[in-house]
């Protein structure tokens, strides 16, 4: 399918929104459970929260499990600030465990707590907390999980249940105050902190990391680098030596390698959507920890290797490994333009292909609106958090291409003159597929929304 933006906007009543969609998205669910599951059109229109919280459609309602700056129930300290990627976990009597990022620089609102056993370097603001919920959404318990880390931004769930978060620097000790090397991925057990501690998994690499995909069948690790300047990031993927080994396996070690698709420096120049490409090549990376030069800037070769802006989400679906790209510039370096594609690479065919492609985006008010964090959702589509200018939005996609408004923000943090809405991050279901849970970034708010799903 292809639409304009306002075409879509009105058959959804998602009046401010900002995304389209074209491309094969049926391909998305090929394989997956969710594949057995006829999509849905949408719930209808968005009704406005009397609170200015958040807009739901009829039938939905929200709670709010966490605020920033509000006190922990753990007594270590307040909420803290920039709450991003987010997973959950399956509890005892219906409980659930929620692993929450927090994408904290230097200077940040509200840092998180450092605690002992679990604090890489106390310069670190950035971090994880993890929360516990009863079968009612109630909350039981609220802690932290890891600190003393860096601009932890996405990163994804493991087979043995634990969080891997992602570090999006690239700070050195010394630089900006901090004590330890940055930009690595760290495990955090999602029931008992303790049992992860704080370590680094320095054998992924030590880049801008944004999001992790694990392959159930051998734990190949995938992951996606959203670097911020030219040389854009890279693709990549990590083979353990003690694949599937469960908790703290990783510190095993293993080898890293970047992806390679012949005779394409720039995933942006690729426009059309189905666009395949066998005979992918994989590439030892020279120097994972980054010691003198970014992993981007390395040599690999006479060959080189294939960048792309904005890489962010990344899953695990059937047979393949999905990742997204946010969107492309051409005024910042890349070789088209594009409002975000979905590319999806099949291990066992090495192939690559991108099947979904977001845009043209045509209301020049709200320029720039693209995908973020995907997640599958129960009614057998796409979640999608928007990352953009103008109010926010959580997206549904349903298998057929159908976009349809799912939540709209109405925290407004600028001023009357110059509106700015906090972006949603984090988008997950409970294992039950009964609550779906999403941050707002800013300020950093934690919702469990119930309904009709």
Known sequence: MSATRRQILARTGAVGAGIVFS???????????????????????????????LDLPKGFRYTVLSREGDPLRSGEGKVPSNCDGMAAFRGRRGHTHLVRNHENRRKSRSAVPTVPGITYDPMGEGGCTAIEVDAHNGVVSERVAIAGTSTNCAGGPTPWHTWLTCEETEFKAGEEGYTKDHGFIFEVDPYDPRRTGAVPLTDMGRFQHEAIAIDPRDGTVYETEDAFEKPFGLFYRFHPKKPMGGIGSLRAGGRLQAMRVPGVKDLSAIQETGA???????????????????????????????????????????????????????????????????????????????????????????????????????????????????????FGVTRKGAVYPMARGRQNIGTAEKPEWGEFAGVTFAPDGRTMYVNCYTPGTTFAVTGPF
């Open 276 to 394: 395949t490409f066998d005979r992918i090549e994989w590439v030892d990376v020279p120097d994972p920890l980054a010691k003198e030069t970014a992993i981007r800037f390395q040599d690999f070769g006479p060959k080189g290797i294939t960048h792309a802006q904005k890489l962010e989400g990344c899953y695990w679906g059937g047979s393949c490994v999905y990742f997204v790209s946010s969107f492309a510039h051409r005024d910042e370096g890349s070789a088209a333009d594009h409002y975000g594609q979905v590319w999806r690479y099949d291990p066992k065919a090495r192939r690559l292909t991108l099947v979904v492609v977001f845009g043209p985006d045509t209301d020049l008010q709200l320029p720039g609106e693209s995908p973020d964090n995907i997640c599958l959702a129960p009614s057998g589509g796409l979640m999608v958090c928007e990352d953009g200018e103008g109010a926010q939005h959580v």
């Open 23 to 53: 491309g094969a998205v049926s391909e998305i669910f090929a394989g997956t459970a969710s594949a057995q599951t006829m999509g849905r059109g949408g719930y209808g229109p968005l009704v406005p929260d009397p609170d200015g919280l």
